[in-house]
């Protein structure tokens, strides 16, 4: 039950950047949808007493932007790109949906999942390994943000 529990939060970033935990009144939970694949659309899961309501951000206009987590500052970041291909960190707009792309993008990374550290620490897990046959999944260190 538990390994059931963590799937099915996997693909969902805490409004507040927190462990995962029981909901609080009007916590804001943020996923992607690739319906319109392959730019996603980013979503807003608000959770009060009695009532869920998902609204429809906005489209991220980069290709690839499935994995998403919220920095303690408020800050949402997802990794962009083909799996396996070049992947480019990103800010996501919070009002629009808009992924920023920043830094250097890295060849042959398979970010499926991101979460950040109590430190601050950002971390990535994916797919480490292309064979099928002998396919390994592990974290993979994907940056460190000391935001303030």
């Known amino acids: 039950m ?4 963590l799937i099915a939060i996997a693909g969902l970033s805490f409004g507040n950047g927190t462990a995962p935990r029981l909901a609080d009144a009007a916590d804001v939970y943020y996923t992607t949808t690739l319906e319109a694949a392959p730019i ?3 979503l807003a899961i608000t959770i009060s007493e009695h009532k869920v309501t998902t609204t429809d951000i906005g489209s991220t206009g980069a290709k690839g932007c499935a994995s998403l987590a919220m920095s303690k500052w408020g800050v949402l970041y997802s990794m962009c790109g083909p799996l396996f291909g070049a992947q480019q960190l990103a800010n996501i707009d919070l009002t629009t949906g808009h992924a920023t792309l920043f830094g250097t993008p890295v060849q042959g990374l398979s970010v499926m999942g991101m979460t950040f550290g ?9 797919d480490c390994n292309v064979d099928p046959v002998t396919s390994e999944c592990g974290f993979e260190l994907v940056s460190r943000h000391d935001e303030e």
Not at 2 to 5: D, K, N, P
């Open 2 to 5: 538990r390994v059931t529990t």
């Open 40 to 42: 996603a659309e980013i």
């Open 118 to 126: 109590l430190d601050g620490t950002l971390y990535g897990v994916g």
